[in-house]
């Protein structure tokens, strides 16, 4: 832009005037401010939010449409003489919520206040050009602002004009203003003379006393017949207050639908209020719940016409065949769950499957509802063990539908499915077995076939002590500890020196008895050396007896 000196709307300025044009809703400008800039003249910007440095904000005097350009706003400010002390470089309009409308600068002007020794009154003037005056309300308050000479003078001639154009003072008629005739009768039928106080007075004596009329403001009780109150709407509805025993009741009659009900009634009797037939009732501005709202209260769950939609948290009467990924057509409840995210929440399907209950849970999300999973309960939890897999089961009869794994055959037409796990037809029998997990070729436990029985076995390994009792020189007590373990008798042997005898590690193990050796020193006893239990005829860790069993089907 060329020029110097102009003024722009700001962006905020401009949409705010486009919303106003778009809805009918005038915007309100109602400050303008003027600045010093810093010291310098700012060119207007539009991204402006407020003034470069703003040092005084009061609201406009005037705000007028141009009458040479009608596409023109003019808004004027003036500034008392006891304001001041500043130049002024920018200027800015304001609506009544605080936004910076426009902006523009001016040549350097400086405003004196009275206490520098010259004052005056400043007028500051701002013209935008808009393509809707219309989108502006074009009003001010007088009880705030300062009124300019010309404003004043602008008044006064207008005022003048139009009283000059009217000295012909024409009678009034019901139609046009002018001089009336004033009148004191009070059964008078003319409409081109006015009344006198007397005539009011006489009218109101007579009116005192009497039954009011429509639009009169009654004072004292008004006393109504059991017929009640009608109040009549523009479009033809009706709401009645009536009366019934001890019912008191406001009716509403639909014309549209031409049809009679009652929404609010009090019982003396019980004492109670009851709404009917309402939709909604609100209290401090939030709904208040009714019996049967969202299903609560009720002995069914609120209705629903599509289930599948999204719904507010509630509980709603629906049937597994309203979901395509359920079967059967069993009555349900289905549960919402709300979270802190509209568009996330969980839901619950309570199924009344015949005496067997069922419950299914879905995940709702922004990309739509998901799948239902069905919630494990102990009445489905046997749905969800695979068919063949051994369990322990701590009684010696197994359940309905089980079987117990004693390597019995079963019929493999009847049970397919656990056919199908175990195709021999023949249960493995696990009688008094541990089971081991298959080798599956790391070598641990190789060559063995799946369902393969194994043999006990004892793992190679040596007995540390091989000293023999042959050594003289230890003690009869150090021999008793040693002879557990085998003699062989001979000295020597292997290479043995002073007597001891090393040929006999290794050969001999414990075999679990009590009892004694006699040697050449004496007889040596070990009674307390094997509590009853401790060796037997296999090997084995600690454990508990369970029964294994199979689910059949």
């Known amino acids: 832009m060329n020029q110097t000196y102009y003024t722009i709307l700001t962006k905020r300025g401009a949409a705010l005037l486009a919303n106003a044009t778009a809805l009918g809703v005038p915007l309100k400008i109602t400050q303008m401010a003027v600045g010093d800039g810093n010291g310098i003249i700012p060119k207007p910007n539009a991204t402006q939010t407020k003034l470069v440095h703003e040092v005084r904000r009061a609201a406009i005097n005037t705000l007028f449409v141009d009458k040479g350009n009608p596409n023109q706003i003019i808004a004027e400010q003036v500034i008392p003489e006891t304001d001041g002390g500043w130049f002024i470089h920018e200027i800015g309009l304001f609506d009544d919520k605080g936004n910076l409308i426009a902006v523009g600068n001016c040549p350097a002007t400086y405003k004196p206040k009275l206490a520098e020794g010259s004052g005056r009154t400043q007028v500051i003037r701002m013209i935008i050009i808009v393509d809707n005056t219309q989108s502006i309300e074009l009003k001010i308050d007088p009880a705030v602002v300062l009124a300019t000479r ?117 019982n003396s009797t019980k004492n109670s209020w009851s709404f009917q037939s309402i939709d909604d009732v609100v209290i401090n501005g939030k709904s208040v719940l009714k019996t049967g709202d969202y299903g609560i209260g009720s002995l069914t769950g609120a209705p629903t016409s599509n289930p599948n939609d999204r719904l507010p948290s509630g509980w709603y009467a629906t049937q597994t065949s309203d979901f395509p990924d359920l079967s059967r057509n069993d009555s349900a409840t289905l549960a919402v769950y709300g979270s802190s995210n509209k568009n996330f929440y969980v839901e619950q399907l309570f199924v009344v499957a015949s005496k067997t209950p069922k419950i299914f849970n879905r995940c709702a999300t922004i990309n739509g509802k998901q799948q239902w999973y069905e919630t494990i309960t102990t009445s489905n939890i046997n749905n969800y063990i695979p068919i063949g897999i051994p369990l322990p089961w701590p009684k010696t009869t197994p359940p309905s539908g089980w079987f117990e794994c004693n390597g019995s055959a079963f019929d493999k037409s009847k049970f397919t499915k656990l056919a199908a796990v175990y195709p021999s037809g023949k249960l493995p029998d696990l009688r008094g077995e541990f089971i081991r997990g298959w080798d599956n070729f790391r070598g641990v436990d190789p060559r063995r076939g799946m369902l393969s029985s194994q043999a006990q076995q004892i793992s190679a390994h040596r007995h540390v002590e091989g000293w023999g009792e042959n050594s003289s020189h230890f003690t009869n007590s150090q021999r008793e500890h040693f002879a557990p373990f085998g003699k062989t008798g001979i000295a020597g042997v292997w290479g043995g020196i002073n007597s001891c005898d090393f040929d006999n590690a290794l050969l001999y193990t414990n075999n679990g008895t009590n009892g004694s050796i006699t040697t050449s020193r004496g007889t040596t006893s070990w009674h307390d050396l094997n509590p009853a239990g401790l060796v037997g005829n296999e090997t084995r860790p600690r454990n508990i007896a369970f029964m294994y069993i199979v689910k059949a089907e």
Do not use: C, W
């Not at 001089?179 to 003379?193: C, G, K, P, R």
């Not at 007397?198 to 009011?212: E, H, I, P, Q």
């Open 150 to 266: 010309q404003y004043v003078d602008d008044l006064i001639t207008s005022k003048m004009t139009a009283h000059e154009k009217s000295t012909n003072h024409p009678n009034a008629t019901t139609k046009s203003k002018g001089f009336v005739q004033l009148n004191s009768a009070i059964d008078s039928n003319l409409e081109n003379q006015a009344a006198t106080p007397l005539a009011v007075k006489k009218t109101y004596d007579l009116a005192n006393g009497a039954v009011k009329k429509s639009g009169d403001t009654m004072t004292g009780q008004l006393i109504l017949s059991k017929n009640g109150l009608k109040i009549k709407y523009e479009n033809k509805n009706i709401m009645e207050l009536v009366t019934s025993k001890d019912n008191y009741s406001h009716v509403f009659y639909d014309a549209e639908k031409q049809k009679r009900q009652s929404k609010l009634v009090y």
